[in-house]
């Protein structure tokens, strides 16, 4: 939905308020920056949730499927609380995200642990809390977690990815099903087959089921249709050689949400009819009991959430050839642009009541020619001190920032009627210099 001519979908409880101000969770965009300064997420706690109970009423509710979001794309700790609070499962990818989400006190034995090279250390990490589902990629990892388990008496309940060679439409960088991958075990090869072999050997394995995620940010339902063919048939072919039935089928994550005009991503209910569709008549059609399907996703929950909000420094008219608005981020906050080619849409939060007069092209501030986080957009007049707000900036934003130029990330702010709670603080440049040593013989001179 646009709003009075605006470029700007306007995501969750997102709105123009009577001052012709952006409004978010009944906070008005402009007292927020001033209040908590810019760059500055904002987390609509009641999209994020609606989102959640989308899937939870969609997958959980009427296919009896499991749902565990995929923290890569946000987390924090209050994030933690209300994905256990929604009652879905959590994907975590690394120690930190898996101490995120302990600390958090987020029930251990929801949580799927990720990630295509875990370090023993963050293995044992998971095995000593008794992680839920500890996903294998290789034959390293299974022999590893064989070995820790083993030294801790337990058996560790794993779940197989492999790589089923789907390729989902969608951008390069981002398909992850193909054959030619670093996640998984091929199926085509053998060496999923060889995969699940070894784990049904090994002694404190507890081999519960297998995984595979084909991409990010798909719009076409039939590559998860495909997926879930593929998978099936391998179950088959699991069952025929080892005569071990698959129990669990994660079809990981992947849906795409809408970023900008031309972009129609599938609805929850109808992802979810689809996929339960499609594992139903292929377990049916290979004659094998149904899996507990779980899926893993991530920027559909988050993503719409999230909204950023900067402070317009610099404009710069280069006459006859472009107008660039400058903001006080960038690549650092958000560098999906400078690496996909991502396109957002935004506007000025302060004139969101306003007709778009002009067209420019919003620059960050590091130092790279290539931090441009939005090119040819039509927004108001903007001028120096106006906040501009860029949408759909929940997934992979927060998470993927960086301290390029030294620039500490920002603050983010939960949002909801009318109330705004901080849950991660603006770094500061004592957090820049807080790992920093000068060493003694330089110290001396
Ligand atoms: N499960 C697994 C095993 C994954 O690797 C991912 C994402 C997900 C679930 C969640 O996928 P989602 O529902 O969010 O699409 N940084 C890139 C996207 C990388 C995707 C990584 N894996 C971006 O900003 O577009």
Redesign the pocket.
């Known amino acids: 939905m646009t709003h009075g001519g605006l470029k700007m979908r306007f995501n969750g409880t997102t709105r123009v308020n009577e001052k012709g101000h952006l409004e978010i969770g009944g906070c008005d965009c402009v007292e927020l920056a001033r209040e908590f300064g810019t760059p500055l997420y904002v987390l609509d706690e009641e999209c994020f949730r609606q989102n959640c109970r989308e899937y939870r009423r969609f997958f959980m509710e009427k296919y009896g499927a499991d749902v565990v979001y995929?923290g890569?794309?946000l987390l924090n700790m209050a994030v933690c609380r209300i994905v256990a609070n929604e009652g879905l499962g959590l994907?975590v990818?690394s120690g930190g995200e898996l101490y995120t989400a302990l600390k958090a006190g987020f029930p251990a034995e929801r949580i799927f642990f990720?990630g295509n090279n875990k370090s023993p250390e963050e293995l044992a990490m998971a095995i000593e809390n008794g992680v839920g589902r500890i996903?294998a990629d290789n034959m390293h990892e299974l022999e590893l977690l064989n070995g820790l388990a083993g030294g801790n008496g337990k058996k560790v309940p794993v779940i197989i990815?492999v790589t089923p060679g789907i390729e989902a439409h969608t951008?390069e960088?981002?398909k992850?099903g193909q054959i030619d991958s670093k996640?998984g075990l091929v199926i085509e090869n053998g060496q999923a087959m060889a995969g699940v072999k070894r784990a049904l050997e090994l002694d404190n394995i507890d081999f519960k089921g297998l995984?595979c995620?084909i991409?990010?940010?798909?719009f076409e339902l039939d590559s998860y249709c495909h997926a879930a063919a593929v998978m099936l048939s391998f179950v088959r072919m699991v069952y025929e050689e080892t005569g071990c039935t698959i129990g669990e089928l994660d079809l990981?994550?992947?849906?795409?949400v809408y970023y900008v005009e031309g972009d129609r991503p599938p609805l929850i209910r109808d992802y979810a009819d689809a996929v339960m569709g499609a594992v139903i008549e292929n377990a049916l059609k290979q004659g094998t009991p149904v899996p507990r399907v779980i899926v893993?996703?991530?920027?559909?929950?988050?993503?719409p959430a999230g909204t950023t909000l900067y402070t317009v420094g610099a404009v710069k008219e280069i006459p006859g050839v472009r107008k660039y608005v400058t903001v006080d981020g960038g690549m650092g906050d958000n560098p999906?642009p400078a690496?996909?080619q991502?396109r957002y849409e935004a506007c000025l939060a302060n004139k969101a009541a306003t007709p778009p007069q002009e067209t420019v092209s919003i620059a960050g501030k590091y130092c790279e020619s290539g931090d441009m986080l939005i090119w040819d957009i039509r927004l108001p007049s903007a001028a120096p001190g106006d906040i501009l707000a860029v949408s759909c900036t929940g997934?992979?934003n927060y998470s993927?920032s960086m301290n390029y130029n030294r620039l500490p990330r920002p603050a983010m702010v939960l949002v909801n009627g009318g109330g705004a709670a901080l849950i991660n603080r603006r770094e500061s440049f004592h957090d820049l210099v807080k790992n920093d040593i000068i060493p003694e013989r330089l110290a001396a001179n």
């Open positions: 995929a890569k794309t994907d990818g990720h996903m990815r951008h960088y981002i992850t996640f995984h995620h991409g990010s940010q798909i990981g994550g992947g849906l795409g893993e996703p991530g920027r559909s929950i988050s993503g999906r690496l996909y991502a997934a992979y993927m």
